[in-house]
């Protein structure tokens, strides 16, 4: 089993940068793809980013292309998301997710969930 804590939400202006952390508990971290997913109210999780367990193969939602970039360190047992050049439409609660296979962009396919955290982007 894995437990994932996010950290690293707040407000920011538009056009500067975040970085999310996801700290996962468990020796079997380092095997799973994680992801990143993004909800506001009202609407259905959104798939944002994926990571390979090696951490070699990426993706990324055509909206944050060239913007975010999805990192993790094995031996830290973290997965990262560095968010840039952010906008309003980024506002919203950011979770990560540990996955059963890599490239899966609906929520169903992510096993394990962290409790989100918080981006809210000014302009």
């Known amino acids: 089993q894995v437990q994932l804590v996010e950290s690293g939400g707040g407000l920011v202006q538009a056009g500067g940068s975040l970085r999310l952390s996801c700290a996962a508990s468990?020796?079997?971290?380092?095997?799973?793809?994680m992801g990143w997913f993004r909800q506001t109210p009202g609407k259905e999780r959104e798939f944002v980013s994926a990571?390979?367990?090696?951490?070699?193969?990426?993706d990324y939602a055509d909206s944050v292309k060239g913007r975010f970039t999805i990192s993790r360190d094995n031996a830290k047992n973290t997965v990262y998301l560095q968010m840039n050049s952010l906008k309003p439409e980024d506002t919203a609660v950011y979770y990560c997710a540990a996955g059963r296979s890599f490239g899966k962009v609906v929520s169903l396919e992510y096993e394990y969930w962290g409790q989100g955290t918080q981006v809210t982007v000014s302009s």
């Open positions: 990571i390979s367990w090696s951490g070699v193969n990426t």
């Open positions: 468990g020796r079997t971290f380092s095997t799973y793809p």
